[in-house]
């Protein structure tokens, strides 16, 4: 069964463009979550998309913002990008949002702003 | 406010040792608790979790400790291998008996098994 994958892997913008990233879930997951790794923050909670509804958001600006397609593919979108939006962004994938499923993670998509 | 803490941002252990790494907590709510595995340039792995309701969980070299009084668990790795050589994220999921579809994230502990 082929994993979680994200496109694309590496993306290198100015500030001010806007980004679209991409997520593929593993088949037959219906639950799509965006993280965001830096190095000073660690790994933060983006948003989690389940049966093309958002169920979850973190604490991030509304520049971020996301969607989930039938098939349960999943993009993530930042608008007017700026220097500190340079990151990892995780794409993670389960079953169903149920306690206990466990979440099975993209490569990533990495992100620098110039 | 972090609510998931890693102290210790990095570990060095020698092969065949114990690799202890440890997690602190903050939201006594919190009723199911995850250790990832990372790679460069991979996405997190599961590696294996553990409920409230227990206090230990084993699965082959790896153990889990929970102590819900102190609020710390503690990842056990029996033997340590130089492939264990990851960075060792603890996670839980913030809704009572909810999802895991939002994790909060420690910010991680570099294991280094030297052979």
């Known amino acids: 069964k082929a994993g979680v994958t994200q496109t694309p892997r590496y993306l290198i913008k100015t500030r001010g463009q806007q980004v679209t990233l991409s997520c593929s879930p593993i088949?037959?997951?219906?639950?799509v979550s965006w993280y965001q790794q830096t190095p000073g923050q660690g790994l933060q909670f983006l948003f989690e998309?389940?049966?093309?509804?958002?169920?979850n958001k973190g604490n991030f600006p509304g520049r971020f913002s996301g969607r989930q397609f039938s098939n349960s593919r999943s993009e993530m979108n930042v608008s007017t990008l700026e220097l500190g939006d340079s990151a990892l962004y995780l794409c993670?994938?389960?079953?169903?949002?149920?306690?206990?499923?466990?979440?099975?993670f993209g490569p990533g998509t990495r992100l620098l702003v110039l | 406010d972090q609510q998931v803490k890693q102290n210790s941002p990095s570990l060095s252990v020698q092969e065949g040792r114990i690799s202890i790494l440890n997690c602190d907590y903050t939201?006594?709510?919190?009723?199911?608790f995850l250790w990832y595995k990372k790679y460069p340039a991979e996405g997190p792995t599961f590696l294996i979790s553990?409920?409230?309701?227990?206090d230990k969980n084993e699965d082959g070299r790896f153990t889990v400790f929970l102590n819900k009084s102190a609020k710390h668990l503690s990842l056990h790795i029996v033997p340590s291998q130089p492939g264990d050589s990851a960075v060792y994220f603890c996670?839980?999921?913030?809704?009572?008996?909810?999802?895991?579809?939002?994790?909060?994230f420690g910010k991680g502990t570099k294991l280094s098994v030297k052979p």
């Open positions: 998309y389940f049966s093309e509804t958002q169920r």
């Open positions: 553990i409920s409230s309701i227990k």
């Open positions: 993670a994938s389960s079953l169903a949002a149920a306690g206990g499923e466990t979440q099975y």
């Open positions: 939201n006594s709510m919190f009723d199911y």
């Open positions: 996670a839980a999921p913030p809704n009572y008996g909810g999802s895991q579809g939002n994790l909060i």
């Open positions: 088949s037959g997951h219906r639950s």
